[in-house]
């Protein structure tokens, strides 16, 4: 039997940080929503008890340090499954994007094999083994728009955003999520207005959306890496409606309202950037049916 599984990535509408926690991360306050963009999850139960994942992508590992594998084992061990499973993974989305990727194919191999293995789970008890793999697998077994808070894992959904255009460009850079955490300076940085993002996202109003626009770790992934600061400025110069870098980046995301303006950027940015996406945004929750 074989399962299909889409895994869309996100960006973040707002994303602050409020302090250090005893476990070690950080609370966190983020209003995520999905977008067109995505991979694609193959799921093909094996009768021999293991687990096996592959891409076309290089930079995608095939082993435990994958989510997606990791996942599977999390599912296998916690209902004592004794069936194995091939995994195949369709990259579209960039890999280390600051766009949830990763975290996304875990959460599609989630669900997938919910289907796959007849398990019957809700979506809430596939969201809680998430929040066991990643900080952001919860939200992306949801889909949908949504405010995360504790260290990411603490799901409520909101209304869907007003309908637009999102223009997204990746530079040949890795950034590390860890060291952009290690560098921020909660108290000297400027705190996103994330209850006015709500506010703006349930009026429906586009303009509002984009004046409310913030993310605290913007600020030193652009000191540490000024290609994105170049590529945020570029975006705004060829015509986005407003422009901010996703999680910890390096991507940066433009919201446009008019698709008469969207070709015009996406060719713009493809002089300076070779991962240029020009997408809709969604908004809307997974189905499990």
Not at 32 to 48: C, F, G, N, P, Y
């Amino acid at each position: 039997m074989r399962i299909l599984e889409k895994a869309t990535a996100k960006i973040n509408l707002s994303l602050d940080v409020r302090g250090k926690r005893p476990d070690g991360y950080h609370e966190v306050e983020m209003v995520m929503t999905t977008i067109d963009l995505a991979d694609r999850v193959e799921l093909t139960e094996l009768a021999e008890d293991k687990i096996t994942v592959s891409s076309h992508n290089r930079f995608v590992p095939d082993d435990q340090r994958n989510l997606a594998y990791q996942a599977a084992m999390l599912m296998k061990k916690r209902y004592g499954i004794k069936k194995g499973v091939s995994i195949l993974i369709t990259k579209v989305i960039p890999v280390a994007a600051g766009l949830a990727g990763g975290s996304s194919d875990a959460a599609a191999v989630l669900r997938g094999l919910n289907r796959l293995w007849d398990m019957k789970l809700s979506v809430n008890e596939l969201a809680e083994l998430g929040a066991e793999i990643g900080s952001d697998v919860s939200f992306c077994v949801h889909g949908g728009t949504a405010l995360a808070t504790g260290r990411g894992e603490k799901i409520r959904h909101i209304e869907t955003p007003p309908h637009c255009w999102v223009v997204l460009a990746k530079p040949t850079i890795g950034v590390s999520t860890a060291e952009v955490y290690r560098q921020l300076k909660i108290d000297s940085v400027e705190h996103p207005d994330v209850q006015g993002m709500i506010s703006a996202i349930e009026e429906k109003n586009f303009h509002k959306m984009c004046d409310k626009l913030g993310n605290v770790l913007e600020s030193v992934t652009l000191n540490m890496h000024p290609e994105v600061a170049v590529i945020k400025n570029q975006m705004k110069r060829f015509g986005a409606d407003a422009v901010l870098m996703s999680g910890s980046g390096p991507t940066v995301f433009g919201l446009v309202q008019y698709e008469s303006k969207v070709q015009r950027i996406y060719n713009g940015l493809r002089g300076f950037c070779d991962q240029v996406y020009a997408v809709r945004m969604i908004g809307e929750q997974n189905d499990l049916d």
